[in-house]
T-cell receptor, first 118, second 108 residues
Framework: GAVVSQHPSWVICKSGTSVKIECRSLDFQATTMFWYRQFPKQSLMLMATSNEGSKATYEQGVEKDKFLINHASLTLSTLTVTSAHPEDSSFYIC??????????????FGDGTRLSIL | RKEVEQDPGPFNVPEGATVAFNCTYSNSASQSFFWYRQDCRKEPKLLMSVYSSGNEDGRFTAQLNRASQYISLLIRDSKLSDSATYLCVPRSGYALNFGKGTSLLVTP
């Protein structure tokens, strides 16, 4: 089945550090990738949608200068949390959509990245 | 109004029990529907898609009522490994809309 690899799985950093999270589709071309964030006991919240070769579309309330998204190839999207602060500590999950799949086909999720900012 | 509403639970049931989860969604333009399960501190995993005619996959049965904007999931013969949070996920466009889900704990 389709596999999405997300790296790193766990990050602990000092406040002010920038953190890059990678999301790779291993056996399919992901024309669209999605970045979600989940706080404890809360639902997954879509942060942004990225299409290969174009700028990401951010959801309301998500700062595009704070969360930089790059989707330079059909198999890789990155999310960079710039100058991270403790309130950015969360579980970040990417998902990818196979470009050949119909709309009714599900997205494939990465394993998630647990980010802790001290 | 939240896009997806589910009883958060937790539902505590003994092994072998049958348990049902319900979900309502607000976006009438939602085009397809899924049930995901999420284990603690893990990514969501697709359990099954939900079709208008209802569908079954082993011990799991899903139903969709578009008129009432209501989705259900029935789990028969619960196993300990079914303990997780169950997420009802409608899709509109490419976006999946997640609620907080319903927690299930199956006990021996």
């Amino acid at each position: 089945g389709a596999v999405v690899s997300q790296h790193p799985s766990w990050v602990i950093c000092k406040s002010g550090t920038s953190v890059k999270i990678e999301c790779r589709s291993l056996d399919f071309q992901a024309t669209t990738m999605f970045w979600y964030r989940q706080f404890p006991k809360q639902s997954l919240m879509l942060m942004a949608t990225s299409n290969e070769g174009s700028k990401a579309t951010y959801e309301q309330g998500v700062e595009k200068d704070k969360f930089l998204i790059n989707h330079a190839s059909l198999t890789l999207s990155t999310l960079t949390v710039t100058s991270a602060h403790p309130e950015d500590s969360s579980f970040y999950i990417c998902s990818a959509r196979d470009g050949r799949a119909g709309l009714n086909q599900p997205q494939h999720f990465g394993d998630g990245t647990r980010l802790s900012i001290l | 109004r939240k896009e997806v509403e589910q009883d958060p639970g937790p539902f505590n049931v003994p092994e072998g029990a049958t348990v049902a989860f319900n979900c309502t969604y607000s976006n009438s333009a939602s085009q397809s529907f899924f049930w995901y399960r999420q284990d603690c501190r893990k990514e969501p995993k697709l359990l099954m898609s939900v079709y208008s005619s209802g569908n079954e996959d082993g011990r799991f049965t899903a139903q969709l009522n578009r008129a009432s904007q209501y989705i259900s999931l029935l789990i028969r013969d619960s196993k300990l490994s079914d303990s997780a949070t169950y997420l009802c996920v409608p899709r509109s466009g490419y976006a999946l809309n997640f609620g907080k889900g319903t927690s299930l704990l199956v006990t021996p």
